[in-house]
T-cell receptor, first 114, second 109 residues
Framework: DAGVIQSPRHEVTEMGQEVTLRCKPISGHNSLFWYRQTMMRGLELLIYFNNNVPIDDSGMPEDRFSAKMPNASFSTLKIQPSEPRDSAVYFC????????????FGSGTRLTVV | DAKTTQPNSMESNEEEPVHLPCNHSTISGTDYIHWYRQLPSQGPEYVIHGLTSNVNNRMASLAIAEDRKSSTLILHRATLRDAAVYYCILLSGNTPLVFGKGTRLSVIA
């Protein structure tokens, strides 16, 4: 089991550019979560999916952020256009959709917008 | 929303037991108590969870008060690799995991 796989590990981009972060959840997990972590705000939930369907995107900061899950094995988080304040570590996690199971997190993508 | 209260930081000596407390006085009957930790420069990692009874696994033990208004994560022998931020989180139904500030554990050699 390779765990939750995120790519890229690091991304440096210029302000105004489009950024796409990718996540492959663990096979058999039917819930997927995107989090963002900064020193100021800690770990914030951005959006989550159950069975590939977005359930709650109230944590998405602005319309510049969008997330998709076209199938059970892939999800993307897109920022367009990116801004310096989007600089953060973005984590993807997956779980079986029950409270009795833990979440497995990926290693994160460190995004720097200059 | 059900919430938890944890000390901001704690310190432990290496190879000694560590008891990390968590208060959750507004816990409801369907809330599970989950613990996660985040080591430096890594993603959060599941540690343990429970509902009413005490739980043990290879990483830690979870002691839950009889009234469920508090719990304690127990690391039986702290190592330098246990230095991390530990999060106590209540989880129920279809609500997702929401992180607070956690407890930063320092382990002294």
């Amino acid at each position: 089991d390779a765990g939750v796989i995120q790519s890229p590990r690091h991304e440096v981009t210029e302000m105004g550019q489009e950024v796409t972060l990718r996540c492959k959840p663990i096979s058999g997990h039917n819930s997927l979560f995107w989090y963002r972590q900064t020193m100021m705000r800690g770990l914030e939930l951005l959006i989550y999916f159950n069975n590939n369907v977005p359930i709650d995107d109230s944590g998405m900061p602005e319309d510049r952020f969008s997330a998709k899950m076209p199938n059970a094995s892939f999800s993307t988080l897109k920022i367009q256009p990116s801004e310096p304040r989007d600089s953060a570590v973005y984590f993807c996690a997956s779980s079986k959709a029950r409270v009795q199971y833990g979440y497995t997190f990926g290693s994160g993508t460190r995004l720097t917008v200059v | 929303d059900a919430k938890t209260t944890q000390p901001n930081s704690m310190e432990s000596n290496e190879e000694e037991p560590v008891h990390l407390p968590c208060n959750h006085s507004t816990i409801s009957g369907t809330d599970y108590i989950h613990w996660y930790r985040q080591l430096p420069s890594q993603g959060p990692e599941y540690v343990i969870h429970g509902l009413t009874s005490n739980v043990n696994n290879r990483m830690a033990s979870l002691a839950i008060a009889e009234d469920r208004k508090s719990s304690t994560l127990i690391l039986h022998r702290a190592t330098l690799r246990d230095a991390a931020v530990y999060y106590c989180i209540l989880l129920s139904g279809n609500t997702p995991l929401v992180f607070g500030k956690g407890t930063r554990l320092s382990v002294i050699a």
